[in-house]
C-alpha cells in the first residue's frame, strides 16, 4: 500500500512600484512546480524505478516504521493541474507487480 501526497509549490514574487511620491507594493504568485510524496511500509525502490527517468527524486529514504520519497516530474509543466495530470498518467502507467491498488481511504491526499 503506498499513501500519496501532492504538495503544490506557488512562489511569490514582490515588486515596488513608484508613482510619482507613492510607491505601492505589488505581489504576483506564479506556479512552481508539483512534488509527489509517497508513503509506504515497503520499499519504494522499486517504485522509484519503475519511474525511470521521467521523474527527479529530491528524496528516498526509511523514516521510523515507513519509507518515504519524494519526487519531482523531470519535465516541465506550465500548470499545477498540468503536472498532476502527468503524475496520475505515470502512477497508471505503473506494471501491476510495482503499482499494486492502494486502499481507497489513503490513496491520496491534495
Given amino acids: 500500500m503506498y499513501f500519496i501526497e501532492l504538495g ?3 512562489v511569490a514574487y514582490v515588486g515596488f512600484v513608484n508613482y510619482r511620491h507613492c510607491v505601492k507594493a ?3 504568485t506564479h506556479f512552481l512546480n508539483v512534488d509527489l510524496d509517497i508513503f509506504s511500509k515497503r520499499d519504494l525502490q522499486p517504485l522509484l524505478n519503475a519511474f525511470g527517468e521521467k521523474v527527479c527524486i529530491l528524496y528516498s529514504g ?21 503536472t498532476i495530470r ?3 498518467a505515470l502512477l497508471d502507467a505503473l506494471p ?14 491534495l
Fill in 8 to 10: 503544490i509549490k506557488p
Fill in 96 to 109: 501491476r507487480a510495482v503499482g499494486q491498488p492502494m486502499e481507497p481511504s489513503q490513496a491520496a491526499r
Fill in 62 to 82: 526509511h523514516h521510523g516504521r515507513t519509507y518515504r520519497a519524494h519526487v519531482e516530474l523531470a519535465k516541465i509543466t506550465k500548470t499545477a493541474d498540468a
Fill in 86 to 88: 502527468e503524475f496520475c
Fill in 26 to 28: 505589488a505581489t504576483h
